[in-house]
């Protein structure tokens, strides 16, 4: 893990922040040896991509669609996630939005003396810093791949983020059971009935598989996750928007000079498919270098860390080298 100290920095909304913290790891190939794989990281993500413990080894990795052997792959961690350093910690989370995180990574690749960026992925709140970084400098990445983003924020995403907020400063157990209400949207009803079919986990205590696994994962997240980053972690994606100040949707991609390529899950109910398709085929009039790809799955948003298959077949061609 190494770090870069930002300092005096101004954030969008006008806060100046004297000291930012920016994490990062570098696999693969040295800098400046091979072309340059940008990731970002989802909400409950970090820096740690492939190796032990990474969470994507099944995508980056030798078998895998990026082959560490042919590329440099960076991931940042977006500042105050607390991966590593839970002195890391952002109170005024609220003061904070996509806009900052995508500048923060900008001065990163700055000071990392690196010109191009062949590739950015980012999935789910990743992929939306993905498109900020896309926007904010226009001929600075080859290919931008969102895998089950959006460049805005919904109505719908607006409402969960209030409903987590509301969670996460009244609850008693706070990670634990915004967690649990996480889940639930990330996954479908189909995925949940192939998974557990009402099966109990404990007749005695009449405790069904599906309590038992959701608790699991509430607490599995309160070990590793502090209540500050979380916070942020969700605030963020109520401030998803490329278009703030900038002109409609079509106005703003169409000047990216990056290959887009969107990737949506047919069944997220996170980030619906519908509207990935529908910002696709209006981009496509006016943009050339743009393409779908769909991943169909019964397990929702989830599916990006479970159809691995699928993601490899529809991404390898992308990194042929």
Not at 59 to 85: A, D, H, R, S, W
Not at 102 to 124: E, Q
């Amino acid at each position: 893990m190494q770090q870069i100290i930002i300092r005096n920095h101004k954030l969008r909304k006008g806060e100046k922040m004297e000291k930012i913290i920016l994490s990062y790891q570098i696999f693969g190939r040295k800098l400046h040896e091979a072309p340059i794989i940008l990731v970002n990281h989802a909400l409950t993500g970090n820096s740690n991509v492939i190796g032990e413990n990474g969470w994507w080894n099944e995508f980056i990795g030798e078998k895998g669609t990026v082959n560490p052997q042919n590329y440099t792959i960076l991931c940042f961690n977006i500042p105050g996630n607390g991966f590593e350093n839970k002195e890391n910690v952002i109170e005024n989370y609220k003061d904070f939005t996509v806009y900052d995180i995508a500048d923060f990574f900008w001065y990163g690749i700055d000071y990392l003396n690196i010109n191009k960026i062949f590739a950015a992925i980012g999935s789910s709140l990743g992929g939306a810093i993905t498109w900020e970084m896309a926007v904010q400098r226009k001929d600075k990445i080859d290919k931008i791949i969102p895998i089950a983003t959006d460049w805005k924020a919904t109505d719908w995403i607006i409402a969960h983020v209030l409903l987590q907020d509301y969670i996460l400063n009244n609850s008693k157990n706070p990670i634990s059971d915004a967690r649990i209400h996480g889940m639930l949207l990330y996954r479908t009803p189909k995925s949940l009935r192939m998974k557990f079919n009402r099966a109990l986990q404990n007749e005695k205590q009449f405790l069904f598989q599906i309590e038992s696994w959701l608790n699991h994962h509430g607490e599995k997240l309160e070990k590793r996750f502090s209540l500050s980053s979380y916070k942020l972690m969700n605030h963020l994606l109520k401030t998803i928007d490329i278009t703030e100040g900038r002109g409609s949707f079509l106005q703003v991609a169409s000047k990216i000079r990056s290959e887009i390529h969107f990737v949506a899950i047919d069944t997220d109910r996170f980030f619906p498919a519908e509207e990935t398709r529908e910002d696709f085929e209006n981009l496509k009039k006016i943009k050339e270098n743009v393409f779908y790809h769909e991943i169909k799955s019964i397990h929702g948003h989830d599916a990006f860390l479970i159809e691995y298959e699928q993601l490899n077949y529809l991404l390898k061609p992308l990194f042929n080298v």
